[in-house]
């Protein structure tokens, strides 16, 4: 078994670990891929030449420059069971949670509160393209993204044209106890979900993406719990809707990469 080790300059972010995954995913001699965005690196554990690799990852144009090639015999198979155990429960989470708040959401008249439900939602996509990377089609993974993406920008258009509505029509207070409530259990579900992400003990690249995306949502959750308290404070639903602008924004920005995966 052989190591080879990369410098990918242009990796930075989970978009580009899903492009190098897909683009890798029809080498059979590949056994496992190790990503380390903060420092630009990315370890392939495969059997024999590394040429097919390097002219693999060459062709994304990322800046990738293969640094070393070595044998290695402690190589263990990452859980591929314990992977989809993990995505299944976090998928249903989130999935759970996007019924919730969008449903709280609008008797409560929070954008906050709407704008998180569809970034739960994206993150179910997301943790449903993974489960297809463990093990799936790399057909099927595009076609999937390319819907889920398009799907999300327009829910999210949807969204940022009902909060310019209300930013220049009648101010209508959210019910600020139902925003801080709600999305407190909705922080409580993504803390879960982290732990449960980290406690699969995998570095392969739809895992690592999969606890960023959750690990933002938990800062989403906090954003949206303020806003609420500052619609308490200011009576006025502009805190409300400023944080669903946000969120909107982030969910479109997540649709844009989901889309590259697509593509």
Same mark, same amino acid.
């Given at each position: ?49 590394? =040429?097919?690799?390097?002219? !693999? ?6 800046? @990738? ?16 069971? %314990?992977?989809?155990? @993990? ?22 008249? @929070?954008?906050?509160?709407? =704008?998180?439900? /569809?970034?739960?939602?994206?993150? %179910?996509?997301?943790?449903? $393209? ?26 999210? +258009? $949807? ?10 029509? +009648? ?11 709600? %999305?407190?259990?909705?922080? /409580?579900?993504?803390? +879960? ?11 392969? =690249? ?20 303020? !806003?609420? $308290? $500052? ?33």
């Amino acid at each position: 078994m052989e190591k080879s080790e990369f410098e990918i300059i242009k990796m930075d972010c989970p978009t580009e670990e899903n492009l190098i995954r897909m683009k890798l995913q029809d080498i059979e001699a590949i056994k496992a891929l190790h990503f380390d965005i903060p420092n630009r690196r990315l370890d392939v554990i495969h059997e024999g030449n590394n =040429a097919q690799i390097v002219d !693999a990852i060459d062709e994304l144009k990322l800046g @990738s420059t293969l640094i070393s090639s070595q044998e290695i015999v402690d190589y263990s198979p990452e859980n591929v069971s %314990s992977q989809k155990r @993990s995505l299944w429960i976090v998928l249903l989470i989130n999935f759970l949670f996007f019924l919730i708040e969008i449903s709280t959401g609008i008797i409560s008249k @929070s954008m906050g509160l709407v =704008a998180d439900s /569809l970034d739960m939602l994206a993150d %179910s996509i997301v943790y449903g $393209l993974s489960l297809i990377a463990v093990g799936g089609t790399i057909l099927l993974k595009k076609r999937i993204a390319t819907v889920a993406g398009y799907f999300q920008i327009t829910l999210a +258009v $949807l969204g940022f044209i009902e909060v310019l509505r209300r930013f220049i029509g +009648v101010e209508q207070l959210p019910d600020f106890r139902i925003m801080i409530i709600v %999305s407190l259990f909705a922080l /409580l579900a993504n803390v +879960v979900s982290l732990v449960i992400l980290q406690r699969a003990h995998s570095n392969e =690249a739809h895992m690592r993406a999969s606890m960023i995306f959750t690990s933002n949502d938990i800062i989403i959750n906090i954003g949206v719990i303020i !806003a609420g $308290l $500052l619609v308490l404070w200011l009576d006025s639903s502009k805190p409300d809707l400023i944080i669903g602008a946000i969120v909107f924004t982030i969910v479109v920005q997540g649709a844009i990469r989901i889309l590259k995966l697509g593509r």
